[in-house]
């Protein structure tokens, strides 16, 4: 390790210990190398701490016809806003809106699925309207003495 100082191989500075070779900065303690790259150096503190704003996405469409969805954005203070739900071929879906901040994580659940009841446990309000369908008959049940294709 150098001195306290001085100039490296093409007259960059050089900080309290450090080495510099072709280009590049070097802080106190770091090794810097050409143009710039290197390891070490100072401790930059809680940069890497703080979140840093998002928004992603996504609408696809299996080869069965159901829909999947997915969309969150976050903000640079840590809040999370979102949604992501389904649409079957058969028209029974969900979709989940959230937000996760300050005040915790809060849902709301929208959702036609058979055997639903609109209720609201954990602080998560699930909104449901169940729809009626009718389930696949079995083409041989009759044939095995079955009533009413069952």
Do not use: C, H
Not at 63 to 74: F, H, I, Q
């Amino acid at each position: 390790m150098g001195g306290l100082g001085g100039y490296g191989n093409n007259g960059l500075y050089l900080g309290n210990g450090g080495y510099a070779g072709n280009g590049g900065y070097a802080g106190k303690g770091g090794y810097g190398g050409g143009y710039g790259g290197g390891y070490g150096g100072e401790y930059l503190g809680d940069a890497y701490d703080k979140p840093i704003p998002y928004s992603f996405g996504y609408n696809v469409k299996d080869d069965y016809g159901t829909v999947l969805t997915r969309d969150e954005t976050g903000d640079g203070s840590g809040a999370v806003k979102g949604s992501y739900g389904y649409t079957d071929a058969q028209g029974i879906s969900r979709l989940v809106e959230y937000v996760a901040d300050k005040g915790g994580f809060r849902a709301i659940v929208k959702t036609n699925e058979p055997g639903t009841e609109k209720s609201n446990p954990a602080d998560v309000i699930y909104d449901a309207n169940p729809i009626y369908v009718e389930g696949p008959k079995l083409a041989l049940a009759g044939r095995l003495g079955y009533k009413n294709g069952y």
